[in-house]
């Protein structure tokens, strides 16, 4: 396995374009979660699937963004009609949980390397 | 709410230990996270502690936790050139089948002067 993979790892597009941004993660993990990060911050949470389902999203999330993780494995994440605000590295992240979960669990994640996205 | 704060800057000398502190205002149990970002990279898992724990060590990395004062640090011992990136503290609340989504610090830029 070779770790969370994303696709592009850079993007530039105009102002009022869509476009689309693919995760692949760990095989065996049954999470993916999708960060937002701008310049000189930490990640933010935006959303995150258990397996084919979304079961949180951030206010971070406008009507403009879409998330998807149809059969439980790759996700994408769609943003329409982009804006110069929405600049930023896109991270994608997976974990495994398993149910029931004990304090002791470890439950970090595994980051890819981030789409890297640049609207002028 | 949470928050998480850290300091932005640290620098030190190669082959000495660096500090890297960190706050948190989460009251119930959580995990607390250590990740490292190189640039242009995504983020790297370095080490975690669970609040039940008061130090963790693993290698050149320490990580103490002081519940009282929801303090969190990360020693890095005999600090390398290639330790040079940019160090968030994350917390995680346990939330037993929740979203265990992360709250980041807004990172410790970290530079080692050879």
């Known amino acids: 396995d070779t770790g969370v993979s994303q696709n592009p790892r850079h993007k530039i597009t105009k102002r009022g374009q869509n476009v689309t941004f693919r995760c692949d993660p760990i095989?065996?993990?049954?999470?993916l979660y999708w960060y937002r990060q701008t310049l000189g911050q930490g990640p933010e949470f935006l959303t995150y699937f258990q397996n084919e389902a979304q079961l949180e999203k951030s206010r971070l999330l406008s009507d403009r963004f879409s998330a998807e993780r149809p059969k439980g494995s790759f996700s994408t994440l769609e943003i329409q009609r982009t804006e110069q605000g929405d600049s930023a590295m896109y991270l994608c992240a997976s974990s495994l949980l398993i149910l029931p979960p004990t304090a002791d669990d470890h439950y970090g994640y595994t980051f890819g390397s981030g789409t890297r996205l640049t609207v002028v | 709410g949470e928050d998480v704060e850290q300091s932005l800057f640290l620098s030190v000398r190669e082959g000495d230990s660096s500090v890297i502190n960190c706050t948190y205002t989460?009251?119930?149990?959580?995990?607390l996270y250590w990740y490292k970002q190189e640039p242009g990279a995504g983020l790297q898992l370095l080490t975690y502690?669970?609040?039940?724990?008061d130090m963790k060590q693993d290698q050149r990395l320490t990580v103490l936790l002081n519940k009282k004062d929801k303090h969190l640090s990360l020693r890095i011992a005999d600090t390398q050139t290639g330790d040079s990136a940019i160090y968030f503290c994350?917390?995680?609340?346990?939330?037993?089948?929740?979203?265990?989504?992360?709250?980041f610090g807004k990172g410790t830029k970290l530079s080692v002067i050879p």
């Open positions: 502690i669970f609040s039940n724990m």
């Open positions: 095989s065996e993990h049954n999470r």
């Open positions: 994350a917390e995680s609340p346990y939330s037993g089948a929740g979203s265990y989504q992360l709250t």
């Open positions: 989460d009251s119930s149990s959580t995990y």
